[in-house]
């Protein structure tokens, strides 16, 4: 079953040139950057209600996501959701005949699990899946409670790891 939309992952050529629009323009807040070595990949998560917008910067030219910028140019790379059993999901996308690019769920170093199914079998939109471990998801749920409660105390959000990370995308690195 879908829980939500976990986030929706947009690919850009540099995080500083884009955080006018994000942060800026539209009031959202950096709660966490993340390099992701294996994907080569910088990220930040942009939380908007329940869900997350995640900036993805390549940050590796051989990889998946450099060469999709290459050829595709920045936009949506893919859009993600929370279910509540992945394996029971991708099972039931297997009898539906779904290409997956993942058969078997990956593990985050988190212990989340996460996979991909195939644009072929999506009219072109590469959906992830996640499965957050149990511990994770009431984490999650407190760390969403507490931004709540810190945006209505006065919007003083930013996590000291975001915080350097506006500046040091602002300022040049
Ligand atoms: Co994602």
Same mark, same amino acid.
């Given at each position: 079953m879908i829980k939500k939309i976990s986030h929706i992952a947009i690919v850009v050529p540099e995080l500083k040139d884009v955080v006018g629009f994000w942060v800026d323009a539209l009031g959202l807040?950096?709660?966490?950057? @993340?390099?992701?070595? #294996?994907?080569?990949? #910088?990220?930040?998560?942009?939380?908007? +209600? @329940? /869900?997350?917008?995640?900036?993805?910067?390549?940050?590796?030219?051989? /990889? +998946?996501?450099?060469?999709?910028?290459?050829?595709? +140019?920045? +936009?949506?790379?893919?859009?993600?959701? @929370?279910?509540?059993?992945?394996?029971?999901?991708?099972?039931?996308?297997? #009898?539906m005949n779904i290409p997956l690019i993942d058969e078997q769920p990956k593990y985050g170093s988190d212990g989340k699990k996460m996979a991909f199914i195939h644009p072929k079998g999506t009219h072109g939109v590469l959906v992830e899946l996640y499965e957050l471990p149990p511990a994770e998801m009431e984490q999650h749920q407190e760390a969403s409670d507490d931004l709540r409660r810190r945006l209505r105390d006065g919007r003083e959000v930013y996590t000291a790891g975001a915080k350097a990370f506006l500046s040091r995308i602002r300022h040049g690195r």
């Amino acid at each position: 079953m879908i829980k939500k939309i976990s986030h929706i992952a947009i690919v850009v050529p540099e995080l500083k040139d884009v955080v006018g629009f994000w942060v800026d323009a539209l009031g959202l807040d950096v709660a966490h950057t @993340e390099h992701v070595p #294996e994907q080569g990949v #910088e990220v930040a998560f942009l939380p908007v +209600g @329940e /869900s997350d917008i995640e900036l993805l910067q390549p940050t590796d030219t051989q /990889s +998946g996501v450099a060469r999709y910028l290459a050829k595709r +140019g920045p +936009g949506i790379h893919h859009i993600c959701f @929370e279910v509540d059993d992945i394996e029971a999901t991708l099972a039931h996308l297997k #009898e539906m005949n779904i290409p997956l690019i993942d058969e078997q769920p990956k593990y985050g170093s988190d212990g989340k699990k996460m996979a991909f199914i195939h644009p072929k079998g999506t009219h072109g939109v590469l959906v992830e899946l996640y499965e957050l471990p149990p511990a994770e998801m009431e984490q999650h749920q407190e760390a969403s409670d507490d931004l709540r409660r810190r945006l209505r105390d006065g919007r003083e959000v930013y996590t000291a790891g975001a915080k350097a990370f506006l500046s040091r995308i602002r300022h040049g690195r």
